[in-house]
Antibody, heavy 116, light 109 residues
Framework: EVQLVESGGGLVQPGGSLRLSCAAS????????MSWVRQAPGKGLEWVSV???????YYADSVKGRFTISRHNSKNTLYLQMNSLRAEDTAVYYC??????????WGQGTMVTVSS | EIVLTQSPGTLSLSPGERATLSCRAS???????LAWYQQKPGQAPRLLIY???SRATGIPDRFSGSGSGTDFTLTISRLEPEDFAVYYC??????????FGQGTKLEIK
């Protein structure tokens, strides 16, 4: 069964850092396009970042220079390193498997709260 | 950047009725890269439609997608109680960019 399980969310102060993990099963992370999508409380969906099978990475303007997407092939895990966090980064963060430009499989999400 | 505008913001219908949700793009979108999602409270989104009109695995045939260019539609032919949720459209473009609409809430009348 194809599954994604996120972890690593929590409460962090403004300016702090956090690393999210997304453990995949049923498929190989490094052979696919993988992404992070977030949803602020009561708001819509916002794409954050993508890593392609070839290793290229891309970011939304709102997180560029602060967030880094990466993967660990032997652990079959996707990561999102988040630095210089701001209050507006507060959201549920989902990892997702992309197929033909669509977010096909989603994890259950992990909550990140940036507050003092 | 392509902006997706969904309408209406809220749609109030009864079970058994037909629902028509609209997604309009600020520029032409490749039909191959237009998708629709359903999200229920406290749950992750679920892919319904990809490529504008192809149903994802396990999606009932009462869900259908259509459209091209800048105008796309999600139709639910006969609403079931479990269909009341928020629906998002999404496009993938060059750069790359992945853009979501602001969502349509489908509520029970």
């Amino acid at each position: 069964e194809v599954q994604l399980v996120e972890s690593g969310g929590g409460l962090v102060q403004p300016g702090g850092s956090l690393r999210l993990s997304c453990a995949a099963s049923g498929f190989t992370v490094s052979s696919n396009y993988m992404s992070w999508v977030r949803q602020a409380p009561g708001k819509g969906l916002e794409w954050v970042s993508v890593i392609y099978s070839g290793g290229s990475t891309y970011y939304a303007d709102s997180v560029k220079g602060r967030f880094t997407i990466s993967r660990h092939n032997s652990k079959n895990t996707l990561y999102l390193q988040m630095n210089s966090l701001r209050a507006e980064d507060t959201a549920v963060y989902y990892c997702a498997l992309i197929v033909v430009g669509a977010f096909d499989i989603w994890g259950q999400g992990t909550m990140v709260t940036v507050s003092s | 950047e392509i902006v997706l505008t969904q309408s209406p913001g809220t749609l109030s219908l009864s079970p058994g009725e037909r629902a028509t949700l609209s997604c309009r793009a600020s520029q032409s979108v490749s039909s191959s890269y237009l998708a629709w999602y359903q999200q229920k409270p406290g749950q992750a989104p679920r892919l319904l439609i990809y490529g504008a009109s192809s149903r994802a695995t396990g999606i009932p045939d009462r869900f259908s997608g259509s459209g091209s260019g800048t105008d796309f539609t999600l139709t639910i032919s006969r609403l079931e109680p479990e269909d009341f949720a928020v629906y998002y459209c999404q496009q993938y473009g060059s750069s790359p960019e992945y853009t979501f609409g602001q969502g349509t809430k489908l509520e029970i009348k």
